[in-house]
Every structure is written in C-alpha cells, then in structure tokens.
Nanobody
Framework: QVQLVESGGGLVQAGGSLRLTCAAS????????MGWFRQAPGKERDFVAV????????LYTDSVKGRFTISRDNAKNTVYLQMNSLKLEDTAMYYC?????????????????WGRGTQVTVSS
C-alpha cells in the first residue's frame, strides 16, 4: 500500500507563494500518477495537478496554469506543488493522492490512496 503525508500549508496573502510537499512511503509507485486535489467548504473535491512518477507528463486544471508547478524528487519519494500568485479562490484543503493503476489522470475515481490534507488559506 501507499501512505501519503502532506505538509506546507498555511496562511498567505494574495499574490504570495507557498510550496506544498507530499511524502510517499510504502509500495513502489514508479510510473504511477501522483496528483493534487483541493476542496473548499461546501464544494466538490477538484483536480489540481498530476505528474507521472517518471515526470514525463504533467497536467493542470485551467485555473492554475501558469501559477502552479508540480514536480517530484524520486530519491526522496516526494511530490511538490509550488503555488505562486495565489488568489483568494485558491483557499482550500489540499490533498495529495496516488493512482497506482494509472499514469497522468484527472479523474478522482482513478486515485486509490489519499493523504489527510493540508490547509491553504489566502487572505486579502
């Protein structure tokens, strides 16, 4: 199985930056998708970004393109989400997720393992 732990959330001002970290442990997940999702109160959990374990493919939801960057460090079994030019609308609980059966996928149904989340709050 895969265990995921997020960190790096916090309170930032609009226009600021934050880097989220997802530490993975357990089974080898090479070639599988590692993604970030987010959920605001009363809203559905939405796809943010995904990267294949090899790093050959990345996908982003339109609202974060040009502002967020997903990356990974295979030696550390760690995935990052660098968030720049943060907006109030980015406020949400951010979850790291793993899709062992797939590579780059936007579908929440394809992800089998989830972290507990890290809160990102953007203030004016």
């Amino acid at each position: 199985q895969v265990q995921l732990v997020e960190s790096g959330g916090g309170l930032v001002q609009a226009g600021g930056s934050l880097r989220l970290t997802c530490a993975a442990s357990g089974r080898t997940i090479s070639a599988n998708g590692m993604g970030w999702f987010r959920q605001a109160p009363g809203k559905e959990r939405d796809f943010v970004a995904v990267i294949t374990w090899s790093g050959d493919t990345t996908l982003y939801t339109d609202s974060v393109k040009g502002r967020f960057t997903i990356s990974r460090d295979n030696a550390k079994n760690t995935v990052y989400l660098q968030m720049n030019s943060l907006k109030l609308e980015d406020t949400a609980m951010y979850y790291c997720a793993a899709a062992p059966r797939y590579g780059a996928t936007r579908s929440i149904r394809d992800y089998d393992f989830w972290g507990r989340g890290t809160q990102v709050t953007v203030s004016s």
